[in-house]
């Protein structure tokens, strides 16, 4: 797994999926701040170009998810098991959710990835603020929004900054939660590199085409 901001059991985390993660300071918790929760339709920032796509969510794709959206082809898709030993369990967690998909832009040239995280059933704001938080994050801003084509769900996305002891620097990330018969479901883009264009074009994509199962 690419680098990404950590959370609490960064080290070993990154040992059970395979990657290394830094680790972060204290946040900033001046800098934090919530936004109106005013619904709103957002636009997709950068609009992902026409390419192969795979479905990811439903029965016989990589993760089997309350959900179900497309991943370009560059993305590599796979499901994050369960740790067998009960003590390492909350490895995989962070805050109110757990991990259970992960994505990573293999055929791209850039680091990054998309992460499915599952919580349990309960408002979405302090779900996915509880979820950012968690991460020792800084600068947060939530923003109430629709979800998915043909009028969307509603969702909640956050925006905010982690610190990565590799590159010793701030670097933004952002995530959206929606609510599913199953509870809430996170959808997270990180890495170094997830600012860039191809990065959140793929987020974009996930975010504007998901559909609750």
């Known amino acids: 797994m690419p680098a990404r901001s950590p959370f609490p059991v960064t080290a070993l985390l990154a040992a059970a999926l395979l990657t290394a993660c830094g680790t972060a300071p204290e946040p900033d918790t001046t800098a934090s701040a919530a936004t109106s929760a005013t619904p709103a339709t ?32 560059d993305w590599e ?26 994505a990573k832009a293999e055929g791209t040239p850039h680091i990054g990835f998309l992460r499915v995280w599952t919580a349990p059933k309960g408002p979405l704001r302090p779900t996915l603020d509880a979820f950012v938080k968690a991460d020792k994050s800084k600068g947060i801003a939530l923003t109430d929004l629709r979800v998915g084509g043909a009028g969307g769900v509603p969702g909640v996305e956050a925006r905010y900054s982690v610190y990565s002891e590799l590159t010793e620097e701030w670097r933004k990330q952002r995530a959206f939660a929606v609510t599913t018969a199953k509870g809430v479901l996170v959808v997270e883009l990180g890495g170094l590199d997830s600012e860039e264009d191809d990065m959140v074009a793929a987020y974009e994509r996930v975010k504007a085409g998901l559909t609750v199962s």
């Open 42 to 73: 957002e636009s997709a920032e950068a609009s992902p170009s026409p390419s192969a796509t795979r479905a990811l969510g439903g029965a016989g794709t990589a993760c089997a998810l309350p959900v179900s959206f497309s991943l370009t082809e």
């Open 77 to 102: 898709p796979k499901r994050i098991e369960p740790l067998a030993d009960p003590d390492f369990a909350d490895l995989l967690k962070q805050g109110p959710a757990t991990v259970v998909c992960e």
